[in-house]
């Protein structure tokens, strides 16, 4: 989906798709947000980040782009029991 707001996502989401309430994508939110970076978030015990050249790779330890995606997680999750 274009934009950057997820609680205004899940409004158009519940106006089109009543009976399939879902998580969108929003990509222009930067680095993590789109289904790879929130797959890649999801493995705990390995923290991957985007490279300067755009691909993925395995950090020591969660670095900016792991925390910019559990932020963006958790307000796709707030604005999911918001609506």
């Not at 089109?16 to 970076?37: I, Y």
């Amino acid at each position: 989906m274009p934009g950057t707001d997820p609680a205004e996502a899940m409004r158009v989401i519940a106006g089109e798709l009543p009976r399939f309430p879902h998580v969108p994508e929003l990509p222009a939110r930067g680095p993590g947000a789109d289904l790879t970076g929130r797959t890649a978030a999801l493995l705990v015990d390995i923290p991957a980040e985007v490279s300067p050249r755009g691909s993925a790779a395995i950090w020591p330890g969660p670095g900016p782009c792991c925390r910019r995606t559990w932020t963006c997680s958790r307000r796709c999750s707030r604005a999911s029991e918001g609506r």
